[in-house]
């Protein structure tokens, strides 16, 4: 499609006006789109040999002004409690309750590695099971 005809105005890597972000920039500002969507796009290194030709490969981005964006929101606490305990159910093995730092084949095998074919799993790679509390009074 020819440049001029693009819905999005266009710019090549380091030409682009100061005040526009691409969501990678925003990120390691902590701010967000704020809802608003790209004002531009971002050319790819390969569509700078055809200036009048607009960019639709993978490599271009998006960018954002940075005019409109908003702070990130920070999770309650009963959200940061919700997404910790979808974490520990995606990566505790069912079998020997050990809860791993990465998350675990359960669709596929149903349980950790070391449960599944006996491999061994790291000592560092898991949190040892809790001990039962015993409620002697």
């Known amino acids: 499609m020819p440049r001029s005809s693009a819905a999005l105005e266009e710019f090549d890597r ?7 972000a691409t969501r990678r920039q925003l990120r390691a500002r ?3 789109p704020g809802g608003h969507g790209p004002v531009a796009v971002l050319r790819c290194a390969r569509c700078r040999y055809t200036p009048q ?3 639709s ?13 908003r702070p990130k929101r ?3 606490l009963a959200q940061e409690w919700a997404l910790d305990r979808a974490m520990a159910a995606r990566s505790t093995c069912p079998r020997c309750k050990r809860r791993y730092v990465y998350c ?7 349980s950790c590695l070391e449960c599944h074919d006996g491999t061994p ?17």
């Open 53 to 55: 030709w607009s960019c």
């Open 30 to 32: 902590e701010v967000s």
């Open 14 to 20: 380091g030409a682009c006006p100061g005040h526009l």
């Open 104 to 110: 675990l084949p359960l669709r596929t095998l149903g």
């Open 121 to 137: 799993a790291d000592p560092t790679s898991y949190t040892a099971v809790p001990a039962a509390h015993s409620l002697a009074a």
């Open 74 to 76: 920070i999770p309650t």
């Open 57 to 69: 490969h993978p490599g271009r981005a998006w960018l954002y002004d940075l005019r409109l964006t």
